[in-house]
């Protein structure tokens, strides 16, 4: 019965407030988490994206809610093919430590969609993001990752041609960092 009410209460509304409102029932409810997370990984449209989206902004306060779904989260990342189900991974898996195990498959899948045509700029964001925190364990993708984003500031929107000479200008200073001797 609980399912089928936070089902409806999915589809009833789809803006920030909603959101919000829907995001704080759950969180007085901690038993609907599963159940969120059971309908976002279902990926049926509209109701998957809904409730990513109330996950993404409940976990900013409550990261204990997608810690134990994240190898699932990331596993089923191929699968997603709408923008608003990969923005919301991506940008949740942005902020929390990386399951062992999970870094080759979430570096394939972020330079995939880094290098595609398709993907938006969100979506790309968060794939540059991720890719630089893992690059602090596998130093080796530093140049790939800068080279990936020269070729994309060309055809890149005003906002990633400004992220993504930020970042180029850091991974400058990583490379040379470690060319010196600084870093890891």
């Not at 789809?14 to 990926?43: G, H």
């Not at 902020?95 to 999970?102: E, I, K, S, T």
């Amino acid at each position: 019965m609980l399912h089928h009410n936070l089902r409806e209460l999915l589809l009833k509304g789809n803006s920030r407030s909603y959101t919000d409102f829907v995001a704080d029932i759950v969180t007085s409810r901690p038993e609907l988490v599963s159940e969120l997370w059971e309908i976002y990984l279902a990926m049926e449209e509209p109701v998957s994206r809904r409730a990513a989206w109330i996950i993404d902004t409940a976990s900013e306060n409550k990261p204990e809610w997608v810690e134990p779904f994240l190898p699932q989260l990331i596993a089923k990342l191929p699968g997603f093919n709408h923008d608003g189900l990969k923005r919301h991974a991506l940008r949740m898996i942005a902020r929390m430590p990386f399951p062992q195990g999970a870094e080759g498959h979430l570096m394939n899948i972020a330079f995939e969609w880094l290098l595609s045509t398709t993907e938006s700029v969100a979506v790309k964001m968060y794939c540059i993001q991720i890719l630089y925190r893992l690059s602090a364990t596998e130093p080796d993708i530093l140049q790939e990752l800068y080279d990936t984003i020269e070729f994309q500031i060309a055809d890149g929107t005003p906002g990633f041609k400004s992220i993504g000479h930020k970042l180029m200008r850091q991974i400058d200073k990583d490379i040379m960092e470690r060319k010196l001797g600084r870093k890891g």
